[in-house]
Structures are given as C-alpha cells and as structure tokens.
C-alpha cells in the first residue's frame, strides 16, 4: 500500500506530500521492474473509502493512496543480451562494471568507500 502521512508545512503543501510518495512508488515499481517482478500501483474506490482507511488504522493525517501489486510476470520480457545499466551517480560517479541497476549502484557506492542504509538494502 502506498499511504502519505501529511503534514502542516509552510514550505511542502498537501499535494507535494502526495506526489513524494508517487516518486517513491515510481522508483519502488522500477526496481521490481529492474529485479524480473511484475507490478503496479492501483486505487479505485477501496483507496478513496473511510471504511478502509478505518480498518487499516490510519489516523486522520494518513491517506491511502493505492495499492501495489506485485507478483511473477505470466510472460516475463527478456532482456537484449549484453544489455546492462549504467548508473551515474552523484560527483560524477560511473558505476565500473557492475551490472543490474540495485548492484552497480550498491557497486559503485560501495568502491567509492560511501555506506548507507540505502545501498546496504541493496542487493
């Protein structure tokens, strides 16, 4: 579930607050993509009703704003041979031969001596 916890900021109104967590599901659905995992993010009424945001807990600051639904692809896309990412990363870091885009990044992070919560939950 997606779900946006909103708060009163002079400098971050409502709808910013929604879209930092539709950048985060963008990000969380392309690396199921990148990992071979099929998945989507959807509403529809049960993502809109008081109902379901009562029985979930929310309190009266959190929104639900979808479901994601991940799963294994019936018909998985094969990827081009040789095909590999390449990740820049900040001060012009090139990732040096890793492949898969969660490893080069954990990769390049890790021979540029750089740790954090984000790259040790890398594969």
Partial sequence: MAITRLQEHPKVPHLEQHMSTAGAVQAMLTAAYAEGVGAY???????????????????????????????????????????RWRTTLPNGI?????????????CALAE????????????
Avoid: H, M, Q
């Fill in 94 to 106: 090139l990732d040096k031969g890793c492949t898969g885009a969660p490893v080069s990044v954990k």
């Fill in 112 to 123: 540029r001596g750089y740790v954090s919560d984000l790259a040790n939950n890398l594969r």
């Fill in 41 to 83: 993010w959807r509403t529809g009424a049960l993502a809109y009703s008081p109902l379901v945001a009562g029985e979930l807990g929310l309190a009266d600051n959190e929104r639900l704003d979808g479901f994601i639904y991940c799963g294994t692809p019936r018909n998985p896309r094969a990827r081009p041979r040789n095909w």
